[in-house]
């Protein structure tokens, strides 16, 4: 039997200029939980939020990082961008608001509903942010 350490760990850089990649990271992370046995809900839960967070760090930050920890009882989603950082984060958390110019919305991006399903999807969400500096949000799912 292979032994796996205490946590496993992912880094993803999220590429700022191409939508058609945004939401690889969740993709490779939802295959590998898939590998180690996770439940369908533990999984769906995980891709729900790291994508929206991607999509988020696409239209606002010109990309980012995804670090992902896998721990005996969490699973960790760490999201950091140098955007522009978030205003009103009590604005931005809801439902239907959004700050994505109408070439994003085209696109079918930009509805509002990023950080709420961030939100919805996960057991715990901080976020910090600081304008013209860029956010960090952390996220967990418990095990």
Same mark, same amino acid.
């Given at each position: +039997?292979?032994? $796996?350490?205490? *946590? ?8 700022? =200029? ?7 990271? =969740? ?6 939980? %898939?590998?180690? !046995?996770?439940? /369908?809900?533990?999984? %769906?839960?995980?891709?729900? /939020? ?6 988020? +760090?696409?239209?606002?930050? @010109?990309?980012?990082? /995804? ?15 140098? !955007? ?5 984060? @009590?604005?931005? +958390? ?6 994505? %110019?109408? @070439?994003? %919305?085209?696109?079918?991006?930009? /509805?509002? $509903?990023?950080?709420? @399903? $961030?939100?919805?999807? *996960?057991?715990? +969400? ?7 500096? !860029? *956010? *960090?949000?952390? $996220?967990?799912?418990?095990?």
């Amino acid at each position: +039997m292979i032994e $796996m350490p205490d *946590t496993l760990k992912f880094h993803f850089d999220v590429d700022g =200029s191409d939508f058609s990649s945004a939401g690889e990271a =969740s993709v490779v992370v939802k295959k590998k939980l %898939r590998q180690l !046995g996770y439940p /369908a809900d533990i999984i %769906r839960k995980v891709s729900i /939020a790291m994508y929206e967070g991607e999509i988020n +760090m696409v239209i606002h930050a @010109n990309g980012g990082t /995804a670090e992902v920890e896998i721990h005996e009882n969490e699973i960790v989603i760490i999201l950091s961008d140098h !955007g522009p950082g978030i205003p009103d984060v @009590n604005l931005a +958390m809801q439902e239907g608001y959004s700050t994505a %110019r109408e @070439n994003i %919305r085209v696109l079918g991006f930009g /509805a509002g $509903m990023g950080l709420p @399903n $961030m939100k919805k999807y *996960t057991d715990y +969400m901080k976020i910090d942010t600081k304008v013209g500096e !860029g *956010t *960090t949000i952390t $996220m967990k799912v418990y095990l």
